[in-house]
Nanobody, 120 residues
Framework: VQLQASGGGLVQPGGSLTLSCAAS????????MGWFRQAPGKERECVAA????????YYADSAKGRFAISRDNAKNTGYLQMNSLKPEDTAVYYC??????????????WGQGTQVTVSS
């Protein structure tokens, strides 16, 4: 599985961005998907995850109420809608896929990362 993340950029505090993750290969539809982020000097964090069916989701406390993860298996694409962005959301965001829940076990597949910068 190859993953291509896109949609990052510069946004003002309070703004919104939607990240997309395009996957190649038909195994993606049977995999868990997650979004991780890493800011300079900080540990990598799983901010959101979703099961293959979309029926189970996870959000880090920092993302609850502001981020929404979703997927469209027909398009082999996952999404992370981010609202009410804060400067502390600034990081490189990575989409991931794997056969186990990404919150507990590091995913096997990683995209290249997309930079999100929240600044006025």
């Amino acid at each position: 599985v190859q993953l291509q993340a896109s949609g990052g950029g510069l946004v003002q505090p309070g703004g919104s961005l939607t990240l997309s993750c395009a996957a190649s290969g038909n195994r993606f539809t049977l995999m868990y998907m997650g979004w991780f982020r890493q800011a300079p000097g900080k540990e990598r964090e799983c901010v959101a995850a979703i099961s293959w069916s979309g029926g189970t989701t996870y959000y880090a406390d920092s993302a609850k109420g502001r981020f929404a993860i979703s997927r469209d298996n027909a398009k082999n694409t996952g999404y992370l809608q981010m609202n009410s962005l804060k400067p502390e959301d600034t990081a490189v965001y990575y989409c991931t896929a794997g056969s186990v829940w990404p919150v507990t076990v590091e995913p096997g597949y990683w995209g290249q990362g997309t930079q999100v910068t929240v600044s006025s």
